[in-house]
């Protein structure tokens, strides 16, 4: 038994979430997420890896599959029928779905798709709030999160609230929930810079990759979000960062479709996922578009980098 895993029999998703305490609602929302996941896994063995010709409302070049593969997973929200509205990066807005229905669905639906030409894994990212209004919670009242990542495998990770689980799909498509990940070491081993251009202009930053350097910590960093953390919440350690420089003062991830639903993940792990001062899972959200600096992964070690950040 690999010590990074709980004992978990393989069982269907929609048996496991029946078996849950989750209302029906919400079931369905995660298992249209699973599903919807494996849509998108398909559709990349085929898609097209050129550019859309349009930008995104935070002015960057669109690929066509971001174009895609937002509308897929908002034709399944749409079709799910339990979704009130979605939020995604590819869209300047909410958008209204199902009006009545309880639950709003935030998404980044490429995550890492400048390595999309290169073959290099890549991801999907959601997170789940109760009713329709987003803006002024925080990713604490997130009632799940989840993410796939579309590596040599597919898989599907999600949590609402009791750990965080792994699911694989069957050859017919179905997600089987595999394995469940266990609470993360508080010390780190592997260590993700992100935005690491910063250090030309933040001298605190540049302390914590010399730091890093110097206890001979190893790099594991591909630059998509999805893969370098889902690589410290499979290996059980290990620290991710984002933080800021001239160029984009808070970072460049965005805490209503990256950054809180990757907070509730890692802490629901018992590690940490801070903005340099106070929990991600406790930023109020203003605006859709609301960067944050992160740093998650292992409890010291975050902590430690917080300390250096501080100066
Ligand atoms: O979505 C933005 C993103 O691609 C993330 O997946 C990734 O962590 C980050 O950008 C990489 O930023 P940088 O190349 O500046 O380290
Ligand atoms: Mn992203």
């Known amino acids: 038994m690999n010590p990074n895993f709980l004992e978990q029999k393989p069982m269907l998703l929609r048996k496991h979430l029946a078996s849950s305490s989750a209302s029906e609602d ?6 249209c997420l699973a599903r919807v996941s494996h849509a998108i896994a398909r559709s990349i063995q085929t898609a097209d890896t050129g550019g859309a010709g349009s930008t995104n409302q935070f002015g960057e070049q669109q690929l066509a599959f971001d174009i895609l593969s937002d509308n897929i997973i908002q034709n399944h929200l749409q079709q799910c029928g339990v979704v009130a509205q979605c939020a995604s990066e590819e869209q300047d807005d909410f958008v209204t779905l199902t009006d009545t229905a309880p639950y709003t ?5 490429l ?15 959601f997170g789940v709030y109760q009713g329709k209004e987003v803006l002024g919670k925080s990713p604490r009242d997130q009632v799940a999160a989840a993410y796939a990542v579309y590596g040599p495998r597919t898989l599907f990770i999600f949590s609402m609230g009791s750990g965080v689980c792994e ?42 990759i010399q730091d890093w350097l110097e206890r ?9 979000m999805v893969a370098d953390i889902h690589h410290l919440l499979v290996k059980g350690q290990g620290v991710f960062a984002n933080v800021g420089g001239n160029t984009y ?11 809180g639903p990757f907070a509730y993940l890692v802490e629901q792990l018992g590690g940490s996922a801070s903005t340099g001062e106070k929990s991600i899972l406790d930023v109020t959200i203003t605006s859709i578009d609301q ?16 300390g250096k950040l501080k100066g």
Request: with cysteine; aromatic share 8%; net charge neutral.
């Open 216 to 224: 001979t910590l190893t790099l594991r960093y591909s630059g998509c």
């Open 105 to 109: 669905v935030v998404y980044d639906p």
């Open 26 to 31: 919400l079931q369905k929302v995660l298992l």
């Open 291 to 306: 960067r944050t600096p992160i740093i998650a992964g292992s409890k010291s070690e975050v902590e430690r980098v917080c």
């Open 111 to 125: 995550d890492g798709s400048s390595l999309f030409d290169v073959n290099f894994t890549i991801g999907s990212i």
């Open 249 to 259: 003062p808070n970072g460049k991830l965005r805490i209503l479709y990256e950054c």
């Open 167 to 208: 699911c694989s799909f069957t050859e017919e498509g179905e997600p089987i929930v595999l394995r469940k990940y266990s609470p993360l070491h508080g010390e780190a081993k592997n260590y993700s810079p992100g935005n690491l251009r910063a250090i030309t202009d933040n001298a605190a930053y540049r302390a914590v």
